[in-house]
């Protein structure tokens, strides 16, 4: 047996197949990825089990987190603290151009493997670990059959997920906790931003280069572009 103190309560876990090393990480408070990602579904089921034994209440939520931003940042702390480990089960680049990919978009933006550094950053984060194309195809509720939440946290504004489909939800875990957006941004309003100031930008080349060629002719053309009489 192993014993120590946490800054809630003191707990002994049992040494098996090296699996108390990787929960002692998690606990320690550590921002390092390679305690905090979990991609393999045994092991992960493995150390639920053990923190689940250990009295620790478990919540879970799930996404792409990409262009991450304060809504994301609030939204993992409302989900933190419905539990004492929340586990975040993350989006694949093949997954996410499958749910959330549009016309003249490209999605994700930021790469898997980067979303899943910048998450293992945020405080609230104790586990993170992979919802993929090939097992969402299989089973849509896959990821949540391994962790089984004491809580599954949800956005109101996950566009995909029916009310019908929270209701299926609800037999897979302890409690379905519905958050509304915790901002006003989101990241497809970001990135229309960033789509409508680049169109801009794209304007003031073009007309400049008009007005340029014109004015080596001896003749003033001006589009009357803001910032200019």
């Not at 939800?169 to 680049?198: H, N």
Request: glycine fraction near 6%.
């Amino acid at each position: 047996m192993l014993s120590w103190d946490n800054t809630r309560t003191r707990i002994v876990l049992n040494i098996e197949k090296g699996e108390s090393m990787s929960v002692k990480n998690i606990l320690s408070g550590s921002s390092c990825f390679e305690d905090r990602y979990i991609p393999d579904y045994d092991k992960l089921r493995d150390t639920i089990s053990s923190l689940r034994n250990s009295d620790y209440k478990i919540s879970m939520t799930q996404g792409v987190y990409d262009l991450l931003h304060i809504g994301h940042v609030r939204y993992i702390a409302k989900a933190k603290a419905c539990g004492d480990i929340l586990v975040v089960a993350v989006d694949t680049d093949e997954y996410t151009r499958k749910r959330k990919q549009k016309a003249n978009e490209r999605r994700p933006v930021v790469p898997f493997e980067e979303r899943l550094e910048l998450l293992s950053n945020i405080r609230g984060v104790d586990i993170l670990t992979i919802r993929d194309l090939k097992e969402h195809e299989a089973d849509p509720d896959f990821v949540i059959k391994v962790v089984k939440p004491d809580v599954l946290i949800m956005s109101r504004s996950t566009q995909d997920v029916s009310t019908a489909k929270h209701e299926e939800l609800k037999a897979l875990c302890g409690r379905l906790e519905i958050l509304e957006p915790q901002a006003e941004t989101s990241t497809s309003k970001v990135l229309r931003e960033l789509l409508i100031d680049g169109a801009g930008g794209l304007v003031d080349c073009i007309t400049d280069a008009i007005e340029g060629y014109y004015a080596k002719a001896g003749r003033v053309v001006n589009f009357g572009k803001e910032g200019k009489p």
